[in-house]
């Protein structure tokens, strides 16, 4: 069966300072890959999603920047964070028509 | 934009009794909803599903329910449990890579 994995599970950063966030899926291959932040009290907004090693495609500008090292990794990054880069980072997969959810990381920047 | 909302933002029900939970889309291209359930901490849980050419689909206590001629998805959950307690969030897809998500309706099983 396919799992999707994501750490931390929780960070605390500075602003200013630098981000990676990992997720990783088992149990499939050439997933597409998808980032998306979770303000509190909001909806879901997709932020990158990836169709293969390599290409990613940004939804909406920000301070915020992805990449696809390997086949089912994706890892989302800054290079300085902002007080409003905090919220729930969610990692997801797709399965036919379907998305399907990491754990999430609940990003605070202070 | 397109966008996808929710008609209530917090519903309360007693155990027991049946839960409905509203959604209203714009899209009208959209062809696939999705309902999550998201429990506090924790992403987003798949628990159905409808392709545009149905209007209702089933589940286990779940029923989803299309109407696309006033662009309307609920989700109906049967004799509501305190474990059913959580946001649940409708969302749509048209093909594409983007699904949009509405803010999500938070449900409180009352004892």
């Known amino acids: 069966s396919q799992t999707i994995h994501q750490w931390p599970a929780t960070l605390v950063q500075p602003v200013g300072s630098p981000l990676s966030l990992e997720c990783t899926v088992e149990?499939?291959?050439?997933?597409?890959l998808y980032w998306y932040r979770q303000a509190a009290g909001r909806g879901l907004q997709l932020l990158f999603y990836s169709v293969g090693i390599g290409q990613i495609s940004s939804e909406v500008p920000q301070n915020l920047s992805a990449s696809r090292p390997q086949d089912r990794q994706f890892i989302l990054s800054s290079k300085k964070l902002l007080l409003s880069d905090s919220g729930f980072y969610l990692c997801a997969w797709r399965f036919g028509d379907t998305q399907y959810f990491g754990p999430g990381t609940r990003l605070t920047v202070l | 934009g397109e966008s996808v909302g929710l008609h209530l933002p917090t519903l309360s029900v007693q155990e027991g009794d049946n839960s409905i939970i509203n959604c209203a889309y714009s899209n009208s291209a959209s062809d696939y909803f999705i309902w999550y359930k998201q429990e506090s901490g924790k992403g987003p849980q798949f628990i159905i599903d409808i392709r545009s050419n149905m209007d209702k689909r089933q589940g286990q206590r779940v029923t989803v329910l299309l109407n696309k001629t006033v662009k309307h998805l609920s989700l109906q959950i049967a004799a509501t449990q305190p474990g059913d307690s959580a946001v649940y969030f409708c969302?749509?897809?048209?093909?594409?890579?983007?699904?949009?998500f509405g803010p999500g309706t938070r449900l409180s099983v009352l004892p």
């Open positions: 149990g499939t291959s050439n997933p597409n």
């Open positions: 969302a749509e897809n048209d093909y594409g890579q983007n699904f949009v």
